[in-house]
C-alpha cells in the first residue's frame, strides 16, 4: 500500500518544472494534450474539472454515481466535461460493481459517492475489486474543509466529530487513501491516488471536501501532463493456454453455465443508457449452494415474477424484451429471438429450474464446506 509519486509525468506547481518519470517509463495514455499547450479557461480551471480531465486522460470515459448532498457541485463539475459521461445508479453497492466491471473490460473504472452513509455502502464492492486486482478509482464528496479539526457532529456519520471512520475503513481494502481538504495540496493527490491505482492494479480512496470543486486554483489552468507508466506486457503465450484450457473444460462440462442474477434495480439504469445486454436469470427457487451446506427454513425465499418485475421498469420507455423459459427447447428460441429480432433491445430470460438441479461437483463442495464449518473447538 506503498504511495507512488515517481511513476507520474507532472507539474511541479510551484515551479512550473515538469518531473519525468523514472527508469525509463513511457507513457501509456495516447493523445493526451502536451504541457505547452494554451491554458485552460478560468472557468474549467477547477478541481472538479481536473479530476475529470484526469480520469478522461486514463480512458474512463463514463463514471458511476449515485448523488448525495456532500457530491452535488463535484458531479456538476464531472458532468461538464464533454468526454465524460455519468451513469446515474440506484445505490452505491451498485455503482461499485458496476465500476468493478467497467475497470474488468477497459482496465481502469471509476465510481463517485457520498460521505459515509455511500462509502461504507460502496465498500464491499471496492473490497472485492482489492481482492481482483481491478484498479478502481472511489471519490467520496467529503464534508466541508472548514468542518475538519472541529467538534461539530454532522449528518452522514455515526455521530461522532471523528471524520476518519470512513478513511479508516477503506485503508483496508485500497492501496492508496487521499483525502483533499485544502486545494494546495489537491494537484498532486489526485495525481498520486490515480497513478498508483494504475501501477499496483488496485482501487484507491478519493475524498474531496463538498465545498472544494467549484473554486478555480492555477495549478488547475494548465492541461494535465499525461501519466507516464511503464506499459503492462501480458504473456500473449501462457495467456493463449490459459483461455484453451478453459475452453477445453467448458466444453465437456456437463452443465457449464453458473450465472447469478443481476442487480435488480439497476435494470432500470441499463434500459435508460440503451444497453444492448442479454441478462439471464437462474430462478431455482432458493439457495442451492446454502442448501447444500447446511440445510434451513431460511434459505426457502419468497419467488418473485422476474420478467413481470423488469417489464414494470421497462414501463414503456426504451426497448426491452423479456422471456421466461422452463425447457431447452424454449431457451435456444429464447436466445436465438435475443440474438436476431431482438438484437438491438435491453433482453432479460428467466430459466426456471428445480431447485435441485444441482452438479455432482456443488453436492461434493457443499460436503466439503460443512464439514470444515462444523469442526468442534481445538482442545485447550
Same mark, same amino acid.
Given at each position: ?38 491554458? +485552460? ?17 486514463? @480512458? ?58 455511500? @462509502? ?16 478502481? +478509482? ?150 442451492? +449452494? ?25 414501463? @414503456? ?64
Amino acid at each position: 500500500m506503498d504511495t507512488v509519486i515517481g511513476s507520474i509525468d507532472a507539474c511541479n506547481p510551484a515551479t512550473g518544472d515538469i518531473c519525468r518519470p523514472p527508469n525509463g517509463a513511457v507513457s501509456t495514455v495516447q493523445n493526451s494534450t502536451p504541457a505547452h499547450s494554451t491554458t +485552460i479557461s478560468p472557468c474549467d480551471a477547477t478541481l472538479g474539472r481536473y479530476l475529470a480531465r484526469r480520469l478522461v486522460e486514463i @480512458g474512463v470515459t463514463d463514471v458511476f454515481s449515485v448523488p448525495g448532498d456532500f457530491n452535488l457541485t463535484l458531479l456538476d463539475h464531472l458532468i461538464a466535461e464533454p468526454s465524460l459521461k455519468l451513469i446515474g445508479c440506484c445505490n452505491e453497492l451498485n455503482a461499485g460493481y458496476a465500476a468493478d466491471g467497467y475497470a474488468r473490460s477497459r482496465g481502469v473504472g471509476a465510481c463517485v459517492v457520498t460521505f459515509t452513509v455511500g @462509502g461504507l455502502s460502496v465498500l464491499n464492492a471496492i473490497a472485492g475489486a482489492y481482492s481482483e486486482n481491478l484498479p478502481l +478509482i472511489c471519490i467520496v464528496g467529503g464534508p466541508n474543509s472548514n468542518d475538519y479539526g472541529t467538534s461539530r457532529i454532522l449528518h452522514h456519520t455515526i455521530g461522532l466529530p471523528d471524520f476518519t471512520q470512513e478513511l479508516r475503513c477503506f485503508q483496508a481494502v485500497t492501496c492508496y487513501q487521499a483525502v483533499i481538504n485544502n486545494l494546495e495540496e489537491a494537484h498532486e493527490l489526485i495525481d498520486t491516488a490515480i497513478s498508483t491505482a494504475l501501477k499496483e492494479s488496485k482501487p484507491v480512496y478519493i475524498s474531496i471536501s463538498c465545498n472544494l470543486p467549484a473554486i478555480p486554483m492555477p495549478t488547475f489552468s494548465r492541461h494535465p501532463v499525461p501519466f507516464s507508466l511503464a506499459p503492462k506486457v501480458s504473456n500473449q503465450m501462457g495467456l493463449d493456454a490459459a483461455v484453451e484450457a478453459a475452453a477445453e473444460f467448458l466444453n465437456k462440462a456437463v452443465k457449464p453455465v453458473l450465472v447469478g442474477g443481476p442487480k435488480m434495480r439497476d435494470v432500470s439504469t441499463m434500459i435508460r443508457c440503451g444497453q444492448k445486454t442479454i441478462i439471464f436469470l437462474i430462478n431455482n427457487g432458493g439457495y442451492t +449452494i446454502e442448501v447444500e451446506i447446511h440445510d434451513g427454513p431460511y434459505n426457502v425465499i419468497k419467488n418473485w415474477n422476474y420478467t413481470a418485475f423488469v417489464e414494470a421498469i421497462h414501463n @414503456g420507455e426504451g426497448k426491452c424484451w423479456t422471456a421466461k423459459v422452463r425447457c431447452e427447447d424454449e431457451l435456444v428460441k429464447a436466445i436465438s429471438t435475443a440474438t436476431n429480432e431482438e438484437k438491438e433491445s435491453f433482453c432479460f430470460i428467466e430459466v426456471i429450474v428445480h431447485k435441485d438441479d444441482t452438479s455432482k461437483e456443488l453436492l461434493e463442495w457443499g460436503s466439503r464446506v460443512s464439514a470444515a464449518n462444523s469442526r468442534p473447538p481445538n482442545p485447550q
